[in-house]
């Protein structure tokens, strides 16, 4: 995993996962206790790594596994005792596991509420697989995925995301995000020049999204959580075209 201020999330994450050979963390200069807590788990930790991009950053860490499977984790998320028996029937199979890489069912905390629907569960990760079977895909901002030929297998178990305890964190990392990502779509020369692109981007594209996920997905059986999250949600679609077309005008 990569870290960067997770001391009130990594004990957490770290308990879960005690089963591991062995635990890589790549900390970007950490300034709480996230690389003391991390070493207390017996984690090898290799700090001072400048933060070079999401997906950048994690295959730094893949760069220095050394097991034969690698469990690719966030430093809020939390492997469930059902997951980690699926895991560990992998592992205990090795050569003989049926797939390279496997998907994992996460089930996200927002407001205070695990989200059911929406398209907010299962939402399903790769992030079990064979070393050297997947890079993470760079230069793609906070949604970095890892690249994967071939077919995938379905653990059974969830992981847990503890993504947003709070409105606050949800803004500010909306707000974030849509900065990185808005830079992309400018560098890609998708910057709504004309009026009608511009209005599809910045009004219809985030009303359609609401629509989508709130009604046809369901997103309104998780109640006044999950109205706040798909309204927000759709904001974000906005800010980030909308912030994209500044960095192209400027």
Known sequence: MIAFNEE??????LESVRFADEIIIVDSGSH???VAIAESFGAKVHIHQPFAGHGEQKNIALDHCSSDWILLLDADEVVTPQLAESIQHVL???????????WIARSNLIFGRWMRHGGFYPDRK???????AARLSEGVGPHST?????KR????GDMLHYAYPSMHLYLEHMDRYSTEVGKLIAAK???????????????????????????FRLGFLDGREGLLLHLYHSVYVSWKYAKAWEDARQ
């Open 126 to 132: 790769l992030r079990l697989f064979r070393r050297g």
């Open 92 to 102: 205990a199979l090795g050569d003989r596991a049926p797939w390279r890489a496997y």
């Open 146 to 150: 890892p690249q994967f030929e071939g």
């Open 8 to 13: 009130a999330n990594l004990p957490r994450t």
């Open 153 to 156: 297998g379905t653990l059974r």
């Open 32 to 34: 709480d206790r996230t």
């Open 189 to 215: 020369g998708k910057v709504s020049r004309s009026p009608l692109a511009f209005f599809w981007n910045i009004v219809l594209n985030p009303v359609a999204t609401f629509t989508y996920n709130y009604f």
